[in-house]
């Protein structure tokens, strides 16, 4: 069974209807796969969220960034953080 705790968090329970599509879409995509895998992933939706104008705040993408995190060794769990702030400093 899933741990959905992580929707509880005000980052998700205050966020804009449109990005949380955005963001189930992400998790669904990504599940069971390696981060190499997800990449492609990761860059569609950033894509998509930028093309409607939106962008994740410093709170939901730690949200979304713990979750996909979960079940990940400590190499692919760096390699995320990485990622993360690449996307950060692209926006």
Same mark, same amino acid.
């Given at each position: 069974?899933?741990?959905?705790?992580?929707?509880?968090?005000?980052?998700?329970?205050?966020?804009?209807?449109?990005?949380?599509?955005?963001?189930?879409?992400? *998790?669904? %995509?990504?599940?069971? !796969?390696?981060?190499? $895998? =997800?990449?492609?992933?990761?860059?569609?939706? #950033?894509?998509?969220?930028?093309?409607?104008?939106?962008?994740?705040?410093?709170?939901e993408a730690d949200v *979304?960034? %713990?979750?996909?995190? !979960?079940?990940?060794? $400590? =190499?692919?769990?760096?390699?995320?953080?990485? #990622?993360?702030?690449?996307?950060?400093?692209?926006?």
């Amino acid at each position: 069974m899933a741990d959905n705790s992580w929707m509880s968090h005000p980052a998700w329970t205050d966020m804009d209807p449109e990005k949380k599509a955005v963001i189930n879409e992400l *998790l669904m %995509g990504c599940r069971g !796969k390696k981060l190499n $895998e =997800s990449a492609s992933f990761i860059m569609a939706a #950033m894509t998509m969220l930028r093309k409607k104008n939106l962008s994740f705040t410093k709170d939901e993408a730690d949200v *979304l960034i %713990g979750e996909m995190a !979960k079940g990940m060794d $400590e =190499s692919e769990k760096a390699r995320l953080e990485m #990622m993360k702030n690449m996307i950060k400093n692209r926006q």
